[in-house]
């Protein structure tokens, strides 16, 4: 069974962060709550496992 | 006192008449006595009635109230209503249908098929008015008393005041000619999401109010919409935050829409209110009449046990959820399938009253299914925090180009019959291979037989063997054998053996599977039977 790492798994740290960030250039509060919700959607979608998605969802509670 | 009504009757089929218990000098006794005479209550009396138990109905009324109310019925409510004795009249008269679209605003995000299969008596929904399923149960009881089942139902009737003891349960009723009193063994309260049974208990009733209002607006016309679901998010002609279109017999087609919290009621009943909302959705020059109108809110809640002693709650008394999902009727259906062949059992002496501790258990796992569900429905439709409707609104979004995101579009989770795993009747699964939807627990599948007839018109008697090709223990002689020759019945195979060669079920008379092997000997099979029938703990 897989389980969510907390190490380090992006071979470019700075540049995910970065397009992170730019997505949001220019959006009201609103415009970036829905832009986060569709993305977390997205995200959950791609890692295809609840097992895991638990496991992040108590890690970002912590 | 005056005998005031509280709702207007559809039907009168009960009209009140004097019974000889009223004039006794000591309170007459019932073995059953069901207060309540809706759907659940009528179900209920007339399962144990044609088990042979003697029952009593009370209902505070002389009928069947107006208003269409609960419109959707499942198979699993079909084939429980068809032993009862009124299912082809419920298919004759329902709209079957298998289709649901979802919509937002003007796009459709999401849509569902209810994948009609073959060999089944019933399809896997039809939609009725719940006064026309309540008046073909009540005709269906005339019929069976006609044929010598021990059932009355006495009009007119309302519970007052109770006592419940050890021994037996004391009932104060009052009627138009005044008070009488009488004494049953049994209470089954089938009095409805407010129960006045469960307040003189003083019995507690826990679980979320959702903060929402709804409109239905049943109109009646001849329109060419499809007999589909429809169901609309935010929908472009802004008559609600979200609406439904949904088809019942006689031209009459469901109309919802969502209102929020904080309305008027009043002023949203007018007509004139009503029907500018309506126009907005049908447009301008659809003719149509307003057949009936109601505002509803909703709650998801439970008893915490539905059996106290010699009283035991069914239906919305002991369970509560919202509209989405069609769950209500439904499952308080399945309440009446499951306690009738228990309490008449036990009442005949077969099997011990902790059976009945069974009741509790299969219906308690149903009702958190279903308040899960429906829950989730009710979560998605009217978002309880401001984050909640972020996500929600994500996923309208998303659905609109991402097809990962259309299944979690949730308009309500259509009622299946709850499968009693982990029950302390049912017996571990023994057959490898067997298909997960006739696994012990599950209520039996449908399957049409070579012969013509269907499987489920053989069980739902007593206890009974399904043998599909396996090998016969000895059995007793009180539990009959239907055995099929798998190659000559393919759906058979298909739904009860998959990838096995040959099985033997142990079937309970409620039709759920008690037990399944590949192979069996009459030890395992008496071990399994006493299991069910709660001899064995």
């Known amino acids: ?62 | 006192m005056t005998y005031q009504d509280r709702y207007p009757l559809a039907f009168r089929l009960y009209p009140y008449a004097r019974s000889a218990d009223q004039g006794a000098d000591q309170p007459a006794h019932h073995p059953v006595t069901i207060v309540g005479g809706g759907p659940v209550g009528m179900a209920t009396g007339l399962d144990l009635a044609l088990r042979g138990v003697p029952v009593l109905v009370l209902d505070d009324h002389e009928g069947v109230g107006q208003g269409s109310r609960a419109i959707c019925f499942a198979k699993r409510t079909l084939e429980i209503a068809h032993r009862l004795g009124c299912g082809p009249q419920m298919l004759d008269k329902g709209v079957v249908w298998n289709r649901g679209r979802v919509f937002h605003d003007r796009d459709e995000v999401f849509s569902f098929d209810l994948l009609p299969e073959d060999g089944h008596r019933y399809p896997a929904f039809i939609n009725l008015q719940q006064n026309l399923f309540e008046r073909f149960l009540v005709e269906a009881v005339n019929d069976a008393r006609a044929k010598g089942a021990p059932i009355e139902i006495r009009g007119r009737n309302r519970l007052t005041a109770m006592e419940a003891g050890a021994e037996a349960v004391t009932l104060h009723l009052d009627t138009p000619d005044g008070p009488y009193t009488i004494t049953t063994d049994w209470l089954i309260a089938c009095d409805g999401a407010k129960s006045p049974i469960r307040e003189m208990m003083g019995l507690g009733f826990e679980g979320r109010v959702f903060e929402d209002n709804f409109l239905i607006a049943d109109v009646k016309m001849t329109a060419d919409f499809p007999t589909e679901r429809w169901f609309w998010f935010e929908p472009w002609f802004k008559s609600g935050a979200s609406a439904l279109l949904h088809k019942q017999p006689d031209d009459i087609w469901r109309i919802d829409f969502q209102l929020g919290w904080d309305i008027d009621r009043k002023a949203e009943l007018e007509p004139a209110r009503i029907r500018r909302r309506v126009d907005q959705m049908l447009g301008p020059d659809v003719e149509y009449e307003l057949d009936w109108t109601s505002i509803y809110t909703f709650q998801c809640r439970r008893m915490e046990r539905f059996r106290h002693g010699r009283v035991i709650f069914a239906g919305d008394a002991a369970h509560q959820v919202s509209p989405f999902g069609a769950r209500g009727a439904n499952s308080g259906i399945q309440d009446a399938d499951n306690l009738g062949w228990k309490l008449a059992g036990v009442i005949r002496g077969d099997y011990p009253d902790t059976l009945l501790d069974s009741y509790d258990a299969e219906r308690i796992h149903a009702a958190d299914e279903n308040i899960r569900n429906s829950t989730r429905s009710t979560d998605f439709i009217t978002p309880k925090t401001p984050q909640s409707r972020v996500f929600r609104d994500a996923v309208l979004h998303l659905a609109a180009h991402a097809p990962f995101a259309r299944p979690m579009v949730n308009s309500g989770r259509l009622s299946v019959p709850a499968v009693y795993d982990g029950s302390p009747l049912v017996t571990p699964d023994a057959l490898p291979g067997g298909p997960a939807r006739s696994r012990p627990g599950a209520a039996c599948p449908d399957a049409r037989l070579s012969d013509g007839s269907h499987l489920l018109d053989h069980l739902g008697q007593g206890f009974a063997v399904l043998n599909l090709g396996a090998t016969l223990p000895p059995l007793p002689r009180d539990l009959p054998v239907f055995s099929f020759d798998p190659k000559a019945e393919p759906l058979l195979a298909e739904r009860y053996l998959g990838q096995a060669e040959r099985a033997l079920y142990l079937v309970r008379p409620d039709q759920h599977v008690a037990a399944r092997w590949a192979a069996c000997d009459a030890g395992k099979l008496a071990r399994a039977r006493a299991r069910a029938e709660g001899r064995d703990t």
């Not at chain 1, 069974?1 to 949001?24: F, G, K, V, W």
């Not at chain 1, 997205?42 to 890690?59: K, P, T, Y």
Request: hydrophobic residues 50%; charged residues 25%.
């Open chain 1, 1 to 62: 069974m897989a389980h969510l790492t907390l190490e380090p798994n992006l071979p470019a740290p700075d540049d995910a962060y970065e397009a992170l960030i730019a997505a949001h250039d220019g959006l009201t509060r609103e415009e970036s709550e829905a832009l986060n919700a569709r993305l977390i959607l997205i995200l959950m979608n791609q890692i295809g496992d609840l097992q895991v998605i638990r496991e992040a969802l108590a890690a970002a509670k912590r």
